[in-house]
């Protein structure tokens, strides 16, 4: 197969880069001055696991490019997963892995699309992950912003025994019978008045789930050791291989979830973020979230490390990564302008050049790895909203 690239021009993309911040608009406004201490990664009793970050997508766009972003300037070393795979369907129609989930497509683009990311994490997992003890982190790529380093994530995720670890959505999708069967929320059952979990017939009947509990598996966040990650895509990619249709990888693992809390004699391998302390799923959560200062466990160039961060007011949280899934894709665009690294912080005109200018060079530094064969993909492309990405650069040797 032949290495695809991530698209980039290097002349023209720096300098579009550079422009990123002179066109973009500054938000200010009132913010709460509440501080809360995370834990603190310098004071883990043992060296912190290995950390494997990996991004399945088969090609660029916009919102690709932002993630790409979060995660270069939060010093993750993604790898790229699926890049440039293409399957022929029938009459010889392309099938790659999509953006989306997208229901419209042909069964046979989406069954072809779900086996091959899945066979694309499973294979890189089973060789490239020696370690039973290593952290693999995997994230939708086309949706999802980080808000914290490895260093902190990784120490969150210590605090309770080991597990795959899977965000929490307010409605199960798909709605397959697996979603009646699945537990409740550890979450005080007023947590939202008298009206909470209003919308809890999850087959599609309900009119809204705003005021739901969170407590649905959502496979675009997922942090496990090798150990239970490994054997878990394996049977995934069985199920996938066995199925006549299923609707992608998040019906699979709402199965496995059911089944597991269906049998009391089997020790349970998935676990729901259900505090949303590590994994942010957005869907019907916006009115949940609100803007104040917080720890992004990075040195900015401003002497500090509290910037404005996204909060989880009702769990009261504040996640490390950000999943805008569903309808709330529409911040994707409209938050995007008013994060830290886009604004520049609230300082003076000379502390919001000094955080633009950190923002390109650790942009600069960041490199991407394609999981084909580990060499090293020119990255990122340019950013700006509504940007389309450039063209290749030639590999680092």
Known sequence: MKLHQLKIRSGISTLLFANIFLFATFFFHQLHTQHVDLPDPTTLDSVPPRLHFLLPATHSTPEFCKTLLTTLLYDYSPVVTNWGDQERGPKGRLAKVSSDRDTLRPRWAQKADLSRKIKGVHDYIKNNVTSPEDLVFM???FDVWMQHPPST??????TSPPRVLIGADKKCWPPIPECLNLPSSPLPSQIYGDETDSGADQLGRAPTYNLNR?????SGTILSPQSLLLPLYASLLHEV?????PHDDQQLFISAYSLENASPEVEPTIKVDFTSDLFQVMTFSEGDMVFMRGR???ENPLGGEEERLVWNRVTGTLPSVLHFNGGEKRLLKTWWERMWWITGGEGSEEEREAVKNWVKRKVRKGGVTDAKDGRWMAGPPTVRSGQKPLGPLPNRN
């Open 139 to 141: 994230i939708d790529a």
């Open 296 to 298: 992004t466990y990075l």
């Open 241 to 245: 291989t066995a199925q006549n249709n």
């Open 153 to 158: 994530l990784i120490s969150k995720y210590l």
């Open 214 to 218: 969170p407590r649905y598996p959502n």
